[in-house]
């Protein structure tokens, strides 16, 4: 079983910033990739930022210039700088993964249970 544990969300006013940090523990034997969700109240979830086992990243065109994802492969441990908050930026972030098993070649993902920022104007 593969666990993802967010923290650093938080209440912050707009302009301000936020680091989210995402660790995975559990049956690992490498991962390809790790990545930050958002789902705001009635909107659907929408991907904020992903990035590979290669380094190479992807952000949504809302956040772009804003957030920073990176990773520590050592500690299996994602983050994602926020900066220049707005309001519109509030919803609950979710982490997720795509690795191998240990001791397989089977790939599987898995969701952290999220957590909440909001940016108040």
């Known amino acids: 079983q593969v666990q993802l544990v967010e923290s650093g969300g938080g209440l912050v006013q707009a302009g ?6 995402c660790a995975a523990s559990g049956s690992i034997s490498s991962i390809n990739a790790m990545g ?8 659907q979830r929408e991907m904020v930022a992903s990035i590979t ?7 949504a065109d809302s ?8 990773r520590d492969s050592a ?8 900066n220049s908050l707005k309001p519109e930026d509030t919803a ?3 982490c997720n993964t795509y690795f191998v098993y240990s001791g397989t070649f089977d790939r599987g993902s898995s969701w952290g249970r999220g ?4 940016v108040s104007s």
């Open 115 to 118: 957590t909440q920022v909001t």
């Open 16 to 21: 301000g910033s936020l680091r989210l940090s």
């Open 53 to 59: 086992s290669g380094g190479s990243t992807n952000y």
């Open 75 to 82: 500690k299996n441990t994602v983050y994602l700088q926020m």
């Open 92 to 94: 609950v972030y979710y």
């Open 63 to 70: 956040v772009k210039g804003r957030f920073t994802i990176s």
């Open 36 to 43: 930050w969700n958002r789902q705001a109240p009635g909107k």
